[in-house]
């Protein structure tokens, strides 16, 4: 069980073969790495579910490869073009996990197995596209702290806040790590294994994938500005995308300057004190950091639960074209949420 959604395995995976598995998307939801929240969001994970299947399979109409098999409904695993009503439950392949080795002593991680060949098995990488970039985005916070440079990000330039960016940067962090963080490219090829060659594979597929993801918001009037992917080796040593993309968390859609992803939920607890708790916690370092943390998040207002539930839904039956949901046209969502962002 994760803080989002659960997994079943159905059929466990091996070395030469695909297992298989469901996810089960839960209405529980997650911010700055704590897990589980106080608050649940009404048909959130019924939004998730159908909004990251529509995508799933616009991928596979153009040929890249997912472990995407279906939506689970009455039963029976239907796609979702063929879906009657709404479902929380996806049907995927399942790649084994291969984790890192924690040296506590040093709060580190030992990536050596992944020097062996293997087949199967879940890339230890999380790769992040940047359309543009937000005025609150944590690449500037990196750059001013020195920890990157644009140069390291392939610009030769300092993008402006909102600057849409001809070529999207590829921004790349580990995955299985207690606390994620942002690592450069020789690094991400040399702790997953990859070769030069996959590597390029796997950053065209991200580029082709943000692309789709793109036009299909575009049609709704919705500004894809990042997002995040995962991805995984097949039995067979392909690269393909797994877990779950294009929903409003593995992304940031806006329309115009209105944040229209879980950033607006994040934008809420910023101003709270947890917030500021929780960001002295993390500084200290170790795996350990939430221990530290005396207080709970607190809970959202009512109305801004309801409004963020429809929020969700409201994003499915734009960007899918489907009313998936009885919920008000996203507009109307957007002006009662903008009292909350004053």
Request: hydrophobic share 35%.
């Given at each position: 069980m994760g803080s989002v959604k659960e997994v079943e395995i159905l059929k466990k995976a091996g070395q030469d073969y695909e297992g298989e598995g469901v996810f089960t998307f839960s209405d529980r939801y997650s911010v700055f790495d704590w897990g589980e929240m106080p608050?649940?969001?009404?048909?959130?994970?019924?939004?998730?579910?159908?909004?990251?299947?529509?995508?799933?399979?616009?991928?596979?109409?153009?040929?890249?490869?997912?472990?995407?098999?279906?939506?689970?409904?009455?039963?029976?695993?239907?796609?979702?073009?063929?879906?009657?009503?709404?479902?929380?439950?996806m049907r995927v392949g399942v790649v084994r996990v291969i984790k890192p080795v924690y040296d506590s002593a040093n709060n580190t991680y030992d990536y050596s197995e992944?020097?062996?060949?293997?087949?199967?098995?879940?890339?230890?990488?999380?790769?992040?596209?940047?359309?543009?970039?937000?005025?609150?985005?944590?690449?500037?916070?990196?750059v001013k702290n020195g920890q990157v440079t644009f140069k390291d990000l392939g610009y030769d330039h300092t993008p402006q806040p909102g600057e849409i960016l001809k070529t999207p940067i590829l921004d790349v962090s580990t995955k299985l790590e207690h606390t994620d963080r942002?690592?450069?490219?020789?690094?991400?090829?040399?702790?997953?294994?990859?070769?030069?060659?996959?590597?390029?594979?796997?950053?065209?597929?991200?580029?082709?994938?943000?692309?789709?993801?793109t036009a299909a918001c575009s049609r709704a009037n919705i500004k894809n500005i990042d997002g995040k992917f995962e991805f995984g080796m097949d039995a067979a040593?392909?690269?393909?995308?797994?877990?779950?993309?294009?929903?409003?968390?593995?992304?940031?859609?806006?329309?115009?300057?209105?944040?229209?992803?879980?950033?607006?939920?994040?934008?809420?607890?910023?101003?709270?004190?947890?917030?500021?708790?929780?960001?002295t916690a993390k500084k200290s370092g170790g795996r350990e950091w939430k221990q530290s943390v005396k207080n709970q998040p607190p809970k959202l207002p009512p109305e801004l639960k309801q409004l963020l539930?429809?929020?969700?839904?409201?994003?499915?039956?734009?960007?899918?074209?489907?009313?998936?949901?009885?919920?008000?046209?996203?507009?109307?969502?957007?002006?009662e949420l903008e009292k909350y962002d004053r």
């Open positions: 608050d649940h969001i009404e048909k959130k994970g019924a939004a998730l579910c159908m909004l990251s299947s529509y995508f799933f399979e616009l991928l596979e109409k153009e040929g890249i490869k997912t472990h995407f098999k279906g939506i689970e409904e009455d039963g029976t695993l239907k796609k979702f073009s063929g879906m009657n009503g709404a479902s929380n439950k992944y020097k062996k060949k293997h087949l199967n098995y879940l890339i230890p990488l999380e790769v992040i596209y940047r359309n543009a970039l937000t005025e609150g985005s944590s690449v500037f916070k990196r942002y690592i450069l490219w020789p690094e991400a090829s040399s702790i997953s294994g990859l070769d030069e060659r996959s590597m390029e594979t796997l950053k065209n597929m991200v580029l082709s994938v943000d692309m789709i993801i040593g392909n690269i393909m995308v797994v877990d779950v993309l294009g929903t409003p968390d593995e992304c940031r859609f806006m329309s115009g300057n209105f944040h229209i992803s879980k950033e607006f939920a994040r934008m809420w607890y910023r101003k709270t004190p947890w917030y500021d708790e929780i960001e539930s429809q929020m969700y839904m409201s994003v499915t039956n734009e960007i899918t074209g489907k009313n998936v949901f009885d919920s008000p046209p996203l507009k109307n969502v957007i002006q």
